[in-house]
């Protein structure tokens, strides 16, 4: 039988394992991700930048701690600013670089076991369009 998903929860499902939140390279910060996690935590925005973020570019991602994990990772609370995390984390692993690459969804697939694999391109794509929407509907 053909594998046929509809919808996000039939390709994704988070285990919690935290592999998202390890590594140097992704998690960009908008000027709106750092006044509501500045808010949330009780801290400067102004100063945020300086002490929980790195510079990718000409933009902001947030910091990784020694271990590797982004700096708001706790092993055992997990993400300490969940309520407030970066559009980024919330729309993993339904992401613009996948429709652009479809063949990215298997590599990140790789790293990641909450997702399925061999989902059929134009199927992936229609999916996360359709959860990008609703993370983000579009302005009337």
């Not at 994704?12 to 935590?41: E, L, P």
């Not at 991602?61 to 020694?66: H, N, P, R």
């Not at 609370?77 to 298997?106: D, G, L, S």
Request: charged share 30%.
């Amino acid at each position: 039988m053909d594998f046929k998903p509809t919808n996000g929860e039939e390709i994704f499902a988070c285990r919690q394992c935290g592999d998202c939140c390890k590594g140097f390279g992704g998690t960009y910060v908008t000027a709106q991700d750092i006044g509501r996690i500045s808010a949330y935590i009780g801290f400067d925005r102004d100063r945020f930048p300086i002490r929980y973020c790195e510079k990718s570019g000409s933009r902001y991602v947030l910091a990784c701690g020694k271990d590797g994990y982004c700096i708001f990772f706790d092993r055992e609370k997990q993400c300490t600013i969940h309520p407030v995390k970066p559009y980024m984390c919330k729309a993993w692993p339904f992401i613009e670089a996948v429709i652009r690459h479809p063949e990215n969804w298997n590599m990140m697939a790789n790293s990641c076991p909450g997702m399925k694999k061999d989902v059929p391109e134009k199927t992936l794509k229609k999916i996360i369009g359709s959860e990008k929407e609703k993370l983000h509907p579009p302005e009337k």
